[in-house]
């Protein structure tokens, strides 16, 4: 299923004309291989940000671009907590043609220690972009953040847990480190403002499909937790390729 999978992946990047793509969760530098097999006669240049260890995943980002891949800088976060402490999660950065592209892939973890290293994990992100600070008008930042953008309210009627419009205090501290003195603006809610409406689009991990909204293994409803944050690019649209519903077998 996973190579299937990276395969199409691959041949939906060679159709698009994106000039960069970047992804998580690559933790297998086989099915990166598979992935850029079929979309490297576009994307000629790859970057997988890692360091060398035989006890590590690395950090699962992957930047793939049609021109050359510039100024490469990586910065492991100090700390992580679980399965996470297996990898390399990072903040990885590059140049591409004048833009400045930066992914990553923030502690997954909710309990203590995962909430405590999480907001580590941004405030060093922070200190990766203020290093970056003056050094291009054009930024492109993505990744999966794991921070809810809502707040989740128990319905009077279903009694499910369901969004409202109320921002969570994770999205609050995402907000104002990106928007404040760094001055980003969320990609996605520059084109969809209506946060009723318009939610967001997440992958849902336990059924392997993207929706914008989900069920938990309880039945609560989940959000969106991947972000484009962008700073001197208009945002112009997203699009769900496909949903990828696991296959019956």
Same mark, same amino acid.
């Given at each position: 299923?996973?190579?299937?999978?990276?395969?199409?992946?691959?041949?939906?990047? /060679? =159709? =698009?004309?994106?000039?960069?793509?970047?992804?998580?969760?690559?933790?297998?530098?086989? *099915?990166?291989?598979?992935?850029?097999? @079929?979309? #490297?006669?576009?994307?000629?240049?790859?970057?997988?940000?890692?360091?060398? =260890?035989?006890?590590?995943?690395?950090?699962?980002?992957?930047?793939?671009?049609?021109?050359?891949? @510039?100024?490469?800088?990586?910065?492991?976060?100090?700390?992580?907590?679980?399965?996470?402490?297996?990898?390399?999660? $990072?903040?990885?950065?590059?140049?591409?043609?004048?833009?400045?592209?930066?992914?990553?892939?923030?502690?997954?973890?909710?309990?203590?220690?995962?909430?405590?290293?999480?907001?580590?994990?941004?405030?060093?992100?922070?200190?990766?972009?203020?290093?970056?600070? &003056? @050094? $291009?008008?054009?930024?492109?930042?993505?990744?999966?953040?794991? *921070?809810?953008?809502?707040?989740?309210?128990?319905?009077?009627?279903?009694? /499910?847990?369901?969004?409202?419009?109320?921002?969570?205090?994770?999205? &609050?501290?995402?907000?104002?480190?990106?928007?404040?003195?760094?001055?980003?603006?969320?990609?996605?809610?520059?084109?969809?403002?209506?946060?009723?409406?318009? #939610? &967001?689009?997440?992958?849902?991990?336990?059924?392997?499909?993207?929706?914008?909204?989900? =069920?938990?293994?309880?039945?609560?409803?989940?959000?969106?937790?991947?972000?484009?944050?962008?700073?001197?690019? $208009?945002?112009?649209?997203?699009?769900?390729?496909?949903?990828?519903?696991?296959?019956?077998?």
């Amino acid at each position: 299923h996973d190579t299937l999978r990276a395969h199409w992946i691959g041949q939906q990047m /060679k =159709s =698009s004309d994106a000039d960069v793509v970047m992804l998580a969760e690559t933790w297998s530098q086989k *099915m990166v291989d598979v992935i850029w097999s @079929e979309c #490297k006669s576009v994307f000629k240049y790859l970057w997988r940000p890692r360091k060398i =260890s035989p006890f590590k995943l690395g950090s699962g980002l992957a930047f793939f671009a049609r021109q050359p891949i @510039e100024d490469r800088r990586i910065a492991q976060f100090s700390h992580l907590s679980g399965w996470d402490a297996w990898s390399q999660k $990072s903040i990885a950065s590059c140049v591409v043609d004048g833009v400045v592209y930066v992914a990553t892939h923030l502690e997954a973890g909710w309990e203590d220690n995962g909430i405590a290293f999480r907001r580590e994990n941004l405030e060093e992100t922070k200190n990766h972009f203020m290093k970056l600070r &003056g @050094e $291009s008008k054009k930024v492109v930042f993505g990744g999966d953040l794991n *921070m809810a953008e809502m707040e989740m309210v128990r319905s009077a009627t279903t009694g /499910k847990k369901e969004p409202s419009t109320l921002e969570t205090p994770w999205y &609050g501290v995402l907000k104002g480190v990106l928007a404040g003195e760094l001055q980003f603006k969320d990609a996605f809610r520059e084109v969809y403002p209506d946060r009723v409406k318009d #939610k &967001g689009v997440t992958c849902n991990h336990y059924d392997n499909y993207m929706n914008k909204i989900f =069920s938990g293994p309880n039945g609560e409803d989940i959000e969106r937790i991947d972000y484009f944050w962008t700073k001197g690019v $208009s945002s112009v649209g997203f699009q769900v390729l496909t949903d990828w519903k696991r296959p019956v077998t």
